[in-house]
């Protein structure tokens, strides 16, 4: 059963922005980017070089949890965000949304960061990502390797969004 609200998570670089507006805008629903959610001391930290604590992501996660259960419209609601712990995706209340997880290699993120503007995680904490990611077991599970446009078509397939949205 389709939630009323789409998480793509990944590591950062894997396309969970590019995927989630895209996704948005193909099915009419509304899009919410976590990295907006971040307190500027948390911003600050990533651009500074360093790796974020528990403590440090708690308020985001907050932030995050309230966003979705205050989601009360008829659209979907898709959320960008990283989501790397089994223990964040429990705390946002894992029966609320629908889990897409963007999967790559250490190799294309980091070209993907490499070549990526305007964005305040360096390539220098890749390394910490990759750390603390704990691959879901209960997701629909898609490789960064298909481009941004296939793999909307493949969420939408795998997810049914469409048999959902016209009911």
Same mark, same amino acid.
């Given at each position: 059963? @389709?939630n009323q609200c ?6 950062? #670089?894997? #396309?969970k922005?590019t995927? *989630?507006? =895209? =996704?948005?805008n193909k099915i *009419?629903g509304?899009f919410l %980017?976590a990295?907006?959610?971040?307190p500027r001391c948390?911003i600050q +930290?990533?651009?500074?070089?360093? $790796? =974020?604590? %528990?403590q440090d992501?708690a308020?985001? @996660?907050e932030?995050i949890?309230?966003a979705?259960?205050?989601?009360h419209? /008829?659209q979907?609601l898709v959320?960008?965000? $990283?989501?790397?712990? +089994? ?5 946002m ?5 629908t889990l &897409?997880?963007?999967d790559?290699? +250490?190799?294309?993120?980091?070209e993907?960061?490499a070549?990526?503007?305007n964005?305040?995680?360096? /390539?220098t904490l890749? +390394?910490?990502?990759?750390n %603390?990611l704990e691959k879901? $077991?209960?997701a629909l599970n ?5 481009t941004?446009d296939?793999? &909307?078509?493949i969420?939408?397939?795998e @997810? *049914?969004?469409f %048999? &959902?949205q016209?009911?």
């Open positions: 059963m @389709l789409i998480l793509i998570m990944g590591i950062s #670089g894997s #396309g922005t995927t *989630g507006k =895209l =996704l948005a *009419g509304d %980017d990295d907006d959610l971040h948390n +930290k990533i651009k500074n070089g360093y $790796s =974020l604590t %528990d992501r308020p985001w @996660l932030e949890i309230s979705i259960t205050n989601h419209r /008829q979907i959320i960008a965000c $990283s989501a790397l712990k +089994k223990s964040y995706r429990e705390k209340g894992r029966q609320n949304y &897409v997880f963007l790559g290699s +250490k190799t294309q993120i980091s993907r960061l070549s990526r503007e964005h305040f995680m360096p /390539q890749l +390394k910490s990502q990759f %603390d879901p $077991s209960t898609i490789s960064i390797s298909d941004p296939e793999i &909307v078509r969420i939408i397939r @997810l *049914g969004i %048999d &959902v016209r009911n």
